[in-house]
């Protein structure tokens, strides 16, 4: 027989040190305007979570801290999020209201973040999972403490889309093409235009991985840490470019010029290529120490 959900859960955001963000520093998250971005959720005494209406708050664990909130297990159970997580407009909201609450937190102190949907049946179970990685928070913690997260990202152009034909050209050209397939040698000619433009395409590929390398290996050298992530597909970046480099940078605070600065430059050297910078982050990409093996719906 399966047993009753309760009619709570505990939901959790991230980690940081004891002390580092006492509840009384919830207070002061409202000024950041977290919920300028979070259209439809309610106005929280804390940090806006998940819209569930209930405050977010800390929970001790030892030497460590976590942000969570507590949610209705009728929205959060594993049968229920699932679905809500399946919708794609609900995903975009949670996972802002997730992000929201961890940008706050780590305005205030070093932050862990933890994956989306991290879900617990009680704060007991949530001191237990931070103790079973308390070294590896702690670690974590050590590792991101003064630095932040820098996204660059490095595209190829492909070139504008080719103008729609009209009637009268498509007739044109399926004409001129059925002419030179009977003329002599056409077929010769023909491969030759396909290995062309294949050649090109490889060319300007090379040249683009090539960028890529230079940029990855300037900003290496201002950054702790690197961290290369998985390119984007056609259907986020596009059809007229290609994804080259997506990489995570973990910079000292106060290196933010310098960053700009080089980026600058490169954007001035390398033509081939698009450089687009995003920042400063949690540091999502450095955070090893967290929990995403081990927060689940139960």
């Not at 664990?61 to 699932?82: C, K, S, W």
């Not at 050298?221 to 390119?231: E, F, H, I």
Request: hydrophobic residues 40%; contains cysteine.
């Amino acid at each position: 027989m399966t047993p009753p959900e309760p009619p709570a859960l505990v939901y959790a955001f991230a980690v940081c040190r004891g002390g580092d963000l006492p509840g009384t520093a919830l207070d002061a998250l409202d000024a950041l305007d977290v919920l300028a971005e979070l259209p439809g959720l309610p106005e929280l005494p804390g940090l806006p979570g998940p819209g569930t209406g209930a405050p977010v708050r800390t929970l001790a664990a030892g030497p460590l801290t976590a942000v969570v909130q507590d949610v209705p297990a009728a929205g959060f159970g594993e049968a229920a999020l699932r679905q809500r997580l399946a919708d794609r407009d609900e995903l975009e909201r949670c996972a802002r209201a997730h992000h929201a609450v961890i940008t706050a937190a780590a305005a205030l102190a070093p932050t862990v973040p933890l994956p989306l949907a991290t879900l617990y049946l009680d704060d007991g179970r949530v001191r237990e999972a931070l103790g079973e990685r308390e070294t590896s928070f702690l670690s974590a913690l050590d590792r991101i403490a003064g630095r932040a997260e820098w996204g660059v990202k490095v595209y190829a152009p492909t070139g504008p889309p080719p103008a729609p034909q009209t009637a009268s050209e498509a007739a044109s050209e399926t004409s001129s093409e059925t002419a030179s397939a009977v003329g002599p040698g056409s077929g010769r000619a023909y491969l030759d235009r396909v290995r062309t433009r294949q050649r090109n395409r490889e060319q300007r590929h090379t040249l683009a991985l090539r960028a890529a390398e230079r940029v990855d290996a300037v900003v290496r050298g201002l950054a702790v840490a690197a961290r290369r992530l998985r390119p984007h597909g056609v259907e986020v970046t596009g059809a007229h470019r290609t994804h080259v480099l997506n990489a995570a940078y973990l910079l000292d605070l106060g290196r933010e010029r310098e960053l700009h600065a080089a980026l600058a430059s490169l954007r001035r050297d390398e033509t081939d290529v698009q450089i687009e910078l995003s920042g400063p982050w949690a540091p999502y990409s450095f955070a090893d120490g967290g929990i995403a093996d081990g927060g689940t719906a139960p």
